[in-house]
Each structure stands twice: as structure tokens, then as C-alpha cells.
């Protein structure tokens, strides 16, 4: 079974430009959720999507959004990047259903975006 | 962002040694995940932890949910080479909605 799957592997913006990030879930899984992770330190929660809805957000700016299509697999957008937006980003998924298994959440490699 | 308080930030330790972390929260949790990740690698979960006073086993890792619900423990017992990495512990809190919060990290260098 493939794992959750991240593209590109790297990214390098300079500030003010656009970055698009894309995630495909594991097969099965209709939650997907999305990291910062700034080097060094611990992981940041962002977005949360289920069924195509965004369920929940972390304390980051309107710049950061996202959306999650039809087929699961979801985007992640960084508007107007800043210097300070440099990290990996990371997405994870779960199953979405009840039970313990939801809270399971299992990770891609991550993409590093570095902004100039 | 809010971020567990996770022990030793980092240690050094001979294998064949047994390993101990704790994650503490001022906060009551509903679940405790452990995670491993490795240097440009995305997390793995390793154990999941869903009721006070639990105690799972993954093969040579052992974790707890503590008996308080504010806190969790990660053992790793006879450590070898390969279990060098960073664990990070995160939780959901009863008063969100599945926002799950993350431990600053234990970084774990095994002297061989």
C-alpha cells in the first residue's frame, strides 16, 4: 500500500511570490492535515480537510489556505511568502471515520520550501 | 503555537542502554501519538495511546498514558544504532477539535 505521497520534493521562491504545495493521502483516508515544521524545532498544525471541507485551522495568517479535491489528495497555497516561511511543510493523513484509528495520522516526506 | 514539554531535549546514550522520554501538558489529553522522524524525513507513528493509564507495546518501545491525562512516557529498551532520530509526542487536547499539538522533541543519539 503506498504511503501519503508529497510534491515537489524541494521548492525555492523568492518573498512575494506564490508557492503551491500538493499532497495525495493513502488510499482509504478522506482526512488530511498540514504541518510546518521550522528547522529545528517541532511541528506547527495549519490545515485540517475532510470530505473536501476545511475542518479546522492552526494560528497562521489567511496567506497560508488550501483546498482538498474530490479524489482526497489536497493543495496547499502560501500566498505573498516571506522570508519566515521557510520550513517543510508536511501533510498527513487518517482515515476520517470514528474510532481510535482516526486520530492515527500518518505523514509524507514533506516538502522543503525555501524563500529568498 | 502551543507545544507539549517534552524531556530530555536531547541525550546521548551507549547501546544496549535503555532509553526513557515524557511528554507533560498543563492540559487534559484525550490521546497521545509517539512519533520517530529521521533528518529529512516525514514522522512515523509509532504508538497510540487512547485511555488513562494505558500501556502499549511496539516491539522494543513501550509507551504510557499517564494516569493524570496530562502527560505520556516513551520507552525504548536494549537501543541500537538505527533508533537514532528525534521522537515527538503529540496530543489532542479535550477542549479542541482535533488540533493535535506537538512536543518540542527528543533527539536521540545512540553511541555504538
Known amino acids: 500500500e503506498a504511503g501519503v505521497t508529497q510534491s515537489p520534493t524541494h521548492l525555492i521562491k523568492t518573498r512575494g511570490q506564490q508557492a503551491t504545495l500538493r499532497c495525495s493521502p493513502i488510499s482509504g483516508h478522506t482526512s488530511v492535515y498540514w504541518y510546518q515544521q521550522a528547522l529545528g524545532l517541532g511541528l506547527q498544525f495549519l490545515l485540517w480537510?475532510?470530505?473536501?471541507?476545511?475542518?479546522n485551522r492552526g494560528n497562521f495568517p489567511p496567506r497560508f489556505s488550501g483546498r482538498q479535491f474530490p479524489n482526497y489528495s489536497s493543495e496547499l497555497n502560501v500566498n505573498a511568502l516571506e522570508l519566515e516561511d521557510s520550513a517543510l511543510y508536511l501533510c498527513a493523513s487518517s482515515t476520517g471515520r470514528g474510532g481510535g484509528e482516526f486520530y492515527e495520522q500518518y505523514f509524507g516526506p514533506g516538502t522543503r520550501l525555501t524563500v529568498t | 503555537g502551543q507545544q507539549l514539554n517534552q524531556s530530555p531535549q536531547s541525550m546521548f546514550i551507549q547501546e544496549g542502554e535503555d532509553v526513557s522520554m515524557n511528554c507533560t501538558s498543563s492540559s487534559i489529553f484525550n490521546t497521545w501519538l509517539w512519533y520517530k522522524q529521521d533528518p529529512g524525513e516525514g514522522p512515523v507513528l509509532l504508538i497510540a495511546l487512547y485511555k488513562a493509564g494505558e500501556l502499549t507495546s511496539n516491539g522494543r518501545l513501550t509507551a504510557q498514558f499517564g494516569i493524570t491525562r496530562k502527560d505520556s512516557f516513551l520507552n525504548i529498551s536494549a537501543s541500537i544504532p538505527s533508533d537514532v532520530g528525534i521522537y515527538f509526542c503529540a496530543g489532542i487536547p479535550t477542549s479542541g477539535t482535533y488540533k493535535y499539538i506537538f512536543g518540542t522533541g527528543t533527539r536521540l543519539k545512540v553511541l555504538a
Open positions: 480537510y475532510d470530505e473536501g471541507e476545511e475542518r
